[in-house]
């Protein structure tokens, strides 16, 4: 191994999950699931990571029980698995089993696309497009009772936690951001109220799991509709949104940048990663373009050449800034990648035909 690496492949723990070293698969969506439902295909791709000695797998977005959840988003998505029903639920239970046998942990990405989905696409095409602006009491109430629902069904087949996506933009997200969420009532307004969605459905997934099931929360400055948008200008108002939620039961913040090492307020070249883990005292995950010359927008159009730059990784992680490096693009090209890590092989350079397979 290279020495320096040593740090990445030591063990970690949080709560009842305990991985064996640092890297985590990014959550990916992938489209191969008809009716929601994911077949062994799905459960090999993840146990063929795991095996490779990725740490821990977070899925893939899936649909939590909410009619409106998924459909077609900005990629016109099909195929996206959800985390109810009995023929998901045994899909995603082979999943687990696969993975826990090959020495790996998983937890599923709970996802609802809110205002990003497209009207009237499949699965529920009468199910109306949540956006925060439009939603009644009751909508947002169903809406977190099909978070604690899918969360619980995740704990029931054997998944080794649950992780939000609260980023990118999705529903969470869109309560979160003052772009999107223009109320002026509990659910809107400043910060707080902004957060309180997210903090919601945290809390009553936190009573229904128990304290020990760890609650993983990906956030992001960024959004699909605006890469330059901002949750946050100042580490203090970072600090309202990150104390909100870890008081409510969040476990691991999962940092969502484009480029790992970008910097976020003036005067520090710390990423959001480092500021989010040092303003909560909660572990985070670093993420974006490790492996890469280029990061994910740019790479659907540019050659995108592989890049060995594990050794900022490492300096940043002895700096504190992250305790696991979360990886996208380069474990969906190469199962074998993390190996290749230890080992100092050479990577292999981005290629779209990577999105249409499942190997
Ligand atoms: C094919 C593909 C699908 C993705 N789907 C999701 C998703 O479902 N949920 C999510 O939070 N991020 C998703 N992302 C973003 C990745 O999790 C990751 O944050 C991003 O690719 C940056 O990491 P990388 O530079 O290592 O690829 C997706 C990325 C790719 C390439």
């Known amino acids: 191994m290279r020495d320096n690496l040593t740090p990445l492949f030591t063990e970690f723990t949080c709560g009842s999950l305990k991985l064996a070293n640092r890297f985590v698969m990014s959550p990916m969506t992938r489209q191969f ?6 077949g062994d295909d799905v459960a090999s791709y993840y146990a063929r990571r795991a095996k490779a000695k990725v740490g821990l ?23 996206i698995p959800v985390l109810h029903g009995n023929a998901a639920l045994s899909g995603w239970r082979t999943a687990v089993e696969k993975v826990h046998a090959a020495g790996g942990k998983i937890i599923p990405q709970l996802w609802h696309m809110g205002g990003i989905r497209q009207e009237a696409t499949a699965p529920h095409p009468e199910a109306k497009s949540m956006r925060p602006d439009e939603m009644s009491e009751a909508e947002i109430a ?6 604690v629902r899918s969360a619980v069904n995740a704990k029931a087949v054997g998944f080794d936690g649950v992780a939000l996506h609260g980023a990118h933009g999705y529903l969470i997200d869109a309560f979160l951001w003052a772009g999107t969420n223009q109320r002026d009532d509990k659910w809107g307004g400043d910060l707080p109220r902004r957060a309180r969605f997210a903090c919601e459905i945290v809390k009553a997934i936190r009573t229904e799991v128990g304290p020990d099931f ?24 970072l600090k309202i949104i990150t104390d909100i939620l870890s008081d409510a039961g969040v476990d691991i913040f999962d940092v969502s940048t484009r480029i790992f090492s970008d910097p976020v307020f003036e005067g520090s070249e710390m990423g959001l990663a480092g500021w989010i883990r040092k303003l909560s005292g909660k572990p985070t995950m670093t993420v974006g373009g490790i492996g890469f010359d280029k990061e994910l927008a740019e790479s659907f159009s540019q050659p995108t050449a592989a890049v060995d730059n594990l050794d900022e990784v490492v300096r940043r992680f002895e700096a504190e800034e992250f305790d696991l490096v979360t990886v996208g693009r380069a474990l969906l090209m190469d199962a074998e990648w993390v190996m290749k890590v230890e080992s100092g092989i050479d990577f292999e350079s981005f290629d779209l035909t990577a999105y249409s397979r499942l190997d």
């Open 57 to 79: 797998i977070i899925t893939e977005g899936v649909g939590i029980d909410h009619p409106s959840a998924i459909g077609e988003g900005t990629m016109g998505e099909k195929n």
């Open 142 to 147: 169903e809406t977190i009772s099909g978070f």
């Open 214 to 237: 760890p609650i993983l929360f990906r956030i992001s400055q960024w959004k699909l509709q605006d890469y330059e948008a901002r949750l946050a200008d100042k580490p203090e108002e």
């Open 33 to 38: 699931s008809p009716n929601g439902v994911p």
